[in-house]
């Protein structure tokens, strides 16, 4: 399985949330690889010092470092230009694309979405940083992009000092500490909201896959190698 975590706004927790479904596969055993391919390497910076479970790698070194993976995440950089995303979505069998309450982040995954319905690859927004003493506007902001016929997953990430621990560090939110090196005590409702979208995103893969199967597009299909042809 494909998968890019993608969107056009800056700070939106695009790898953030790359490390973390990354992270809660492989802890599933099930072989995982992250592509790092935004110009900043920020995941690859996250991975570092190689206490991830999981190998991170820059976009050039891709195609030999995934030759063995189960499932691939891509991690997207902010502001791609057309043909950028062109190719990351075309690359993809499932696209996540992380969005806060803010409205300026709403406004680019609707915008997002509106380009990503010509191709026939399955997507959903995933509210991220979501501040837990302000649950309307969680609410609101899940209303608004349903309103646009945008799929939502039902977890949500919630805001938490933990995650900003967990990346000082070069680890998953589940072993955040402090700078006294105290575990976070609200370290685990970020996994867990990780863990839920991950389980999220395999039913709606699968759901989609079930669909194509009663469908015979034309066009290359990359997993079978081979032209699919009408009929
Ligand atoms: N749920 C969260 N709660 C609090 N802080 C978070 C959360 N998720 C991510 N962060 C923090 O927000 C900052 C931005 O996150 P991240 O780098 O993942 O965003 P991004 O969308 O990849 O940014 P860029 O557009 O620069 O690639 C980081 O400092 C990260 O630790
Ligand atoms: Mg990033």
Redesign the pocket.
């Known amino acids: 399985m494909f998968i890019t975590v993608f969107?056009q706004?800056?700070?939106?927790?695009?790898?953030?949330?790359?490390?973390h479904i990354a992270a809660c596969w492989s802890y599933q055993q099930k072989r995982v690889v992250l592509v790092d391919s935004?110009c900043?390497r920020?995941a690859t910076a996250y991975g570092a010092r190689e206490l991830l479970p999981f190998p991170v790698v820059p976009i050039e070194a891709a195609a030999k470092a995934t030759r063995l993976a189960e499932i691939v995440i891509t991690?997207g950089?902010?502001s791609s230009n057309e043909d950028e995303i062109k190719n990351l979505v075309e690359g993809a069998d499932f696209i996540l694309l992380?969005t806060t309450t803010q409205s300026r982040s709403i406004e680019l995954t609707v915008e997002m979405s509106q380009m990503l319905r010509k191709y026939r690859v399955p997507f959903a927004a995933l509210l991220?940083?979501?501040d837990a003493r302000k649950e309307a506007a969680a609410e609101q902001a899940m209303e608004l992009l349903q309103a646009f016929d945008i799929k939502v997953l039902d977890s949500q990430?919630?805001?938490?000092?933990?995650?900003?621990q967990?990346?000082t560090e070069g680890v998953t939110v589940d072993q955040a500490v402090d700078k006294r090196g105290r575990a976070n005590p609200r370290r685990m409702t970020?996994w867990s909201a990780y863990c839920a979208a991950c389980k999220e995103i395999e039913d709606l893969f699968e759901e989609h896959q079930k669909l194509r199967k009663n469908q015979s597009p034309i066009g290359w299909d990359f997993t079978r190698m081979e032209h699919r042809v009408a009929g």
Do not use: H, M, R, Y
């Not at 706004?9 to 490390?19: E, L």
């Not at 990430?157 to 900003?164: K, N, Q, T, V």
């Open positions: 969107g706004k800056g700070g939106v927790a695009k790898t953030c949330s790359s490390i935004d900043n920020s991690d950089q902010a992380p991220v940083k979501v990430i919630p805001l938490l000092s933990a995650f900003e967990a990346e970020g």
